[in-house]
């Protein structure tokens, strides 16, 4: 079993910056697919983000430009770095790490205010 736990959610006004966290533990294998998505009141979770282990990144074509995924591999730990930040992106941000299947971290909140 993998748990994720995420961090670094909160409130911002729009134009500004958020870092995530992911840390992932337990049986983490090394090598997987990390990634972040998200959620919006009445939307399908959708993908921001992933990285694999050798550091091959995918983004969304609506954050390209303004985040940015890293990884790093000694924690089992997972970073967004989110700039340029719009009310559009308000929405809970869910960690994901796959290997064989999809584990999910509990989310956290982001909300960006105009």
């Known amino acids: 079993q993998v748990q994720l736990v995420e961090s670094g959610g909160g409130l911002v006004q729009a134009g500004g910056s958020l870092r995530l966290s992911c840390a992932a533990s337990?049986?983490?294998?090394?090598?997987?697919?990390m990634g972040w998505y998200r959620q919006a009141p009445g939307k399908q979770r959708e993908l921001v983000a992933s990285?694999?282990?050798?550091?091959?990144?995918n983004y969304a074509d609506s954050v390209k430009g303004r985040f940015s995924i890293s990884r790093d591999n000694t924690k089992n730990t997972v970073y967004l770095q989110m700039n340029s930040l719009k009310p559009d992106d308000t929405a809970v941000y869910y960690c994901?790490?796959?290997?064989?299947?999809?584990?999910w971290g509990q989310g956290t909140q982001v909300t960006v205010s105009s």
């Open positions: 990285i694999t282990t050798g550091g091959i990144t």
């Open positions: 994901s790490l796959t290997r064989v299947k999809q584990y």
């Open positions: 337990g049986t983490v294998f090394s090598i997987n697919v």
